[in-house]
């Protein structure tokens, strides 16, 4: 019979068992650790706070002859939203997954993050490794009773968000109150300087942002602008020597140019994204006149214009729609006009030449039967330039004379229409309608039943104004004729007579051709228009 073994069971030793009751906390292994401190705020309270916070753990645990400082992990000024700039608290987490960190010790749930997610989370993969987050205010240890643990957690977490997602909507209630107002907050832009809460124009800044939009206007991209940019040694607004083609994008749309300010173009999203999208169903409120204009309301108006142009080209691709180039000097300038569609550049061996050509992309993808223009040499189309170029000179005086005189009649026309002091009384009359409207109304009730109507009058005011406005842009438009047609005479003035094809010359002075077989008629966008046949 064989003898009995004895077997003695060893409890197991929890090393990482800080806290027994609510009381006594219990340390009975040396263990490395680390404490994370973090304040949202640069005041001078908080600054106190975040000192003390240092101070206290820095202490707390050098004292305890069974912990091993690691470090204090500090963020001082930064949210709790998000983990994206708290810095110093991912490198905690790193060195404690790394294995660098036993245990760790924050004053509360709150100051450790005020998203559920992001604690939860975290606290999770520190379980894994078997380490444990001490929660000071909460005498919470993470290692604990994992149902009892979590909820609680859980439930602090929660307590934590909802104040911050409380302290959020203040906020943004608060931002909706003075954009109502009109109260304009004077965030950095290129081209202004701050200064005591009021934009000032930065000359040497303004002088690029109107560059920015005169390189536009005469048929630049935004890639081109950037490269043009980096070629004068213009420094992009974040240092650096080239320009990113969405900040020459947002530049051209910037309303702050004109003096104006769109308020909340973007709201916040649910805090937990931490980020800001534009929203068709939220109010906004533009203020007019509100610091000094850069660019001129006109040049501004033109950018717009342009920019829908662009987006409206036809390519004739299954989408119907293609994008603005402007790779060659004749990019987004030659149109068919058998169908409409644009020309695209293409090319081909002859022998050891390669050539050159413009074709109708409609007849590139579908051949014949969809149309049945030819491809046109490119040195045919360059040899055409300087012969109309040329033939312009040589009429000079009589052109110069027949233009303005068109120009001149139009504007003058447009001016003195009798439409638009109808307009004028229109709008006048009905915004005395709607303030009778207003003072008609006795009480609540009252304000009540008569909304459709005053809301009927504001929506006719504003049709009359925006069609006020729209005739005012056309007289812009035949004095920007007349500015542009002299711009040329002026460029043909420097250049005189082509020997050569000129590639800025013509982005600058053409504004499209139509290509009818072997004729091209060239548009200078001012009431020049001159057929050139092809030989």
Not at 484 to 510: S, Y
Request: aromatic residues 8%; hydrophobic residues 35%; proline residues 1%.
């Amino acid at each position: 019979m064989s003898e009995e073994r004895k077997i003695r069971v060893i409890p197991a030793t929890d090393t990482r068992r800080l806290f027994v009751d609510d009381e006594s906390p219990i340390v009975v292994q040396k263990k490395r650790v680390a404490a994370y401190a973090r304040v949202s705020t640069g005041r001078e309270e908080q600054q106190t706070s975040f000192k003390s916070q240092l101070e206290y753990y820095t202490r707390l645990i050098l004292t305890n002859p069974d912990w091993e400082m690691v470090g204090v992990y500090a963020d001082e000024g930064i949210s709790g939203r998000s983990m994206k700039k708290r810095v110093r608290f991912r490198e905690m987490i790193a060195d404690a997954l790394n294995g660098k960190i036993d245990m760790i010790l924050v004053k509360s749930v709150s100051r450790f993050a005020r998203n559920v997610l992001d604690s939860l989370t975290i606290i999770e993969q520190l379980r894994e490794k078997r380490i444990p987050v001490i929660f000071e205010k909460e005498k919470l240890n993470s290692l604990q009773d994992d149902k009892r643990t979590n909820f609680m957690l859980t439930m602090y977490a929660s307590i934590a968000q909802e104040e911050s997602d409380s302290l959020s909507d203040s906020v943004n209630w608060g931002i909706q109150r003075r954009n109502e107002q009109g109260f304009v907050r004077k965030a950095k832009t290129y081209g202004y300087d701050v200064l005591n809460h009021e934009y000032v124009i930065n000359k040497e800044q303004a002088e690029v942002v109107r560059l920015i939009y005169e390189l536009y206007l005469t048929g630049y991209s935004y890639r081109m602008i950037s490269e043009e940019l980096k070629s004068r040694a213009i420094k992009s607004p974040t240092g650096l020597d080239r320009w990113d083609e969405s900040t020459i994008e947002g530049m051209l749309k910037n309303e702050k140019y004109i003096g104006d300010a769109l308020l909340q173009k973007t709201i916040n999203q649910p805090w937990v994204k931490k980020k800001r999208s534009a929203s068709a169903d939220t109010q906004q409120y533009y203020v007019e006149d509100d610091h000094e204009a850069i660019v001129s309301d006109e040049m501004f108006e033109r950018v717009k214009r342009e920019m829908e142009y662009r987006r409206s080209l036809r390519s004739c691709t299954k989408s119907g729609r293609g994008g603005y180039s402007s790779k060659y000097p004749l990019s987004s300038k030659v149109y068919c006009y058998q169908c409409g569609c644009i020309f695209r550049r293409h090319g081909y061996y002859s022998g050891e030449n390669y050539v050159k050509t413009w074709t109708c992309s409609n007849h590139k993808l579908n051949g014949n039967n969809a149309c049945t223009q030819l491809a046109i040499k490119e040195s045919e189309i360059h040899a055409s330039f300087i012969r109309v170029v040329n033939m312009l000179i040589e009429d000079k005086d009589g052109m110069v004379q027949r233009i303005t005189e068109s120009i001149q009649e139009t504007l003058a026309e447009r001016l003195t229409d009798q439409a638009n002091d109808e307009l004028a009384k229109k709008i006048a009359a009905k915004e005395r309608q709607l303030v009778r409207a207003v003072k008609a109304a006795q009480n609540a009730e009252d304000l009540i039943s008569g909304e459709r109507e005053r809301e009927q009058l504001i929506a006719e005011i504003e049709a009359l104004k925006q069609e006020q406005k729209k005739r005012s842009f056309q007289v812009v438009d035949l004095e920007h004729t007349n500015e542009r047609f002299q711009a040329i005479w002026d460029m043909v003035a420097v250049k005189g007579k082509l020997t050569e094809f000129d590639g800025d010359m013509f982005r600058k002075v053409v504004n499209r051709i139509t290509v009818d077989g072997k004729e091209l008629t060239y548009d200078f966008g001012c009431g020049i228009t001159i057929t050139d046949i092809i030989e």
